[in-house]
């Protein structure tokens, strides 16, 4: 069946229950959200026992089976958990949910959760026979991008508005956090009544809880935001990242920035070296035009500094890192 969203589901769900659901995916707060909508629902329309069956090493398949064939004593209907948190069945288990796709028990509700699946663990056998006759939600990362959406529904569900100069303040509070996000959106629900909140009450109320990713780094300097990167490295600092774990990333991007350049240069496809370089998402998207931005002057001096910021973590030049780093990364996003 096709993949929905978390909200999707949530949605289809008054409209009767399918016997197989499988929810998967890296925002851990959706993918909940959308498993207790799925329970509250079961118990609703009569499905009164509940059995988890979690998989860890050592499981014994043999449970499932059982589960599957046991009748209980006390409901006449059942919602079965299978839980896989590292995502990785294993041969005896990819063929019981293969199994269990094929024949699901009846006058249950089958509930699959998984983590982030890398792309062969989505095109495994076992994935995709549960995939094609389940009810799918796969729960993605809310970025920068999607989050202003995600608190302008959450808010109106509440009956609350905010203007955009207010919206802008709140995402650079809780960027990376999700489930801090929506701490703070019931808080608002609890300290301010319907209609809009002012930028003067949000910042009486909304604590900064943003957690930012080393990984992220680069897209807010390739789009060319200096705030959010000078934010962003602060943040990592504060929260105790190694140094040289952050140099690392923005290394590695410089370098993804002078290879693209000679590729296009020698007149190659900008999509083979996009594969080449695993340029996938957002950094797919930015990298041509901060290359375009940035100029092969500039790269060069920012590999020079690299290679300075190295020194100071080692202790053999005089100098703070993170604010030769912050230096760096204004550089790269002016």
């Given at each position: 069946?096709?993949?929905?969203?978390?909200?999707?589901?949530?949605?289809?769900?008054?409209?009767?229950?399918?016997p197989l659901y499988l929810i998967h995916g890296e925002e851990a707060l959706l993918a909940l959200e959308a498993a207790d909508a799925l329970r509250q629902a079961a118990r609703e329309q009569g499905y009164q026992e509940r059995e988890v069956l979690t998989v860890e090493a050592g499981f014994d398949w043999s449970q499932l089976r059982d589960a599957m064939s046991s009748v209980s004593l006390f409901a006449e209907r059942k919602l079965l958990e299978i839980r896989i948190p590292n995502g990785?069945?294993?041969?005896?288990?990819?063929?019981?949910?293969?199994?269990?796709?094929?024949?699901?028990?009846?006058?249950?509700?089958?509930?699959?959760?998984?983590?982030?699946?890398?792309?062969?663990?989505?095109?495994?056998?076992?994935?995709?026979?549960?995939?094609?006759?389940?009810?799918?939600?796969?729960?993605?990362?809310?970025?920068?991008?999607?989050?202003?959406?995600?608190?302008?529904?959450?808010?109106?569900?509440?009956?609350?508005?905010?203007?955009?100069?207010?919206?802008?303040?709140?995402?650079?509070?809780?960027?990376?956090?999700?489930?801090?996000?929506?701490?703070?959106?019931?808080?608002?629900?609890?300290?301010?009544?319907?209609?809009?909140?002012?930028?003067?009450?949000?910042?009486?109320?909304?604590?900064?809880?943003?957690?930012?990713?080393?990984?992220?780094?680069?897209?807010?300097?390739?789009?060319?935001?200096?705030?959010?990167?000078?934010?962003?490295?602060?943040?990592?600092?504060?929260?105790?990242?190694?140094?040289?774990?952050?140099?690392?990333?923005?290394?590695?991007?410089?370098?993804?920035?002078?290879?693209?350049?000679?590729?296009?240069?020698?007149?190659?496809?900008?999509?083979?070296?996009?594969?080449?370089?695993?340029?996938?998402?957002?950094?797919?998207?930015?990298?041509?035009?901060?290359?375009?931005?940035?100029?092969?002057?500039?790269?060069?001096?920012?590999?020079?500094?690299?290679?300075?910021?190295?020194?100071?973590?080692?202790?053999?030049?005089?100098?703070?890192?993170?604010?030769?780093?912050?230096?760096?990364?204004?550089?790269?996003?002016?």
């Amino acid at each position: 069946m096709p993949s929905l969203s978390p909200d999707a589901l949530i949605a289809a769900l008054g409209k009767g229950l399918a016997p197989l659901y499988l929810i998967h995916g890296e925002e851990a707060l959706l993918a909940l959200e959308a498993a207790d909508a799925l329970r509250q629902a079961a118990r609703e329309q009569g499905y009164q026992e509940r059995e988890v069956l979690t998989v860890e090493a050592g499981f014994d398949w043999s449970q499932l089976r059982d589960a599957m064939s046991s009748v209980s004593l006390f409901a006449e209907r059942k919602l079965l958990e299978i839980r896989i948190p590292n995502g990785k069945p294993g041969t005896e288990g990819a063929e019981a949910l293969q199994q269990l796709a094929a024949q699901p028990p009846q006058d249950t509700v089958t509930l699959i959760t998984l983590p982030k699946l890398e792309r062969a663990q989505q095109q495994s056998k076992w994935f995709q026979a549960l995939e094609k006759l389940a009810v799918t939600a796969e729960a993605r990362l809310v970025g920068r991008a999607e989050l202003p959406g995600w608190i302008t529904r959450r808010l109106k569900a509440q009956g609350q508005v905010l203007g955009g100069e207010a919206l802008a303040f709140f995402v650079d509070r809780v960027e990376g956090n999700l489930l801090a996000a929506r701490q703070e959106v019931d808080k608002l629900a609890l300290l301010y009544p319907a209609g809009e909140l002012t930028l003067e009450q949000l910042r009486a109320a909304v604590a900064n809880v943003a957690r930012f990713d080393v990984f992220h780094l680069s897209e807010s300097w390739l789009a060319g935001d200096v705030p959010r990167v000078l934010r962003m490295l602060d943040g990592l600092m504060a929260e105790g990242e190694a140094p040289v774990l952050v140099l690392w990333s923005l290394t590695e991007d410089v370098r993804m920035l002078l290879r693209l350049r000679q590729g296009l240069k020698d007149g190659r496809n900008a999509r083979d070296m996009a594969r080449e370089l695993r340029l996938w998402g957002d950094k797919q998207r930015l990298a041509e035009p901060a290359l375009r931005r940035i100029g092969p002057r500039k790269l060069m001096t920012a590999l020079d500094e690299c290679a300075r910021i190295d020194r100071q973590i080692k202790g053999v030049e005089v100098g703070d890192p993170w604010q030769t780093m912050r230096g760096l990364a204004g550089l790269l996003a002016a």
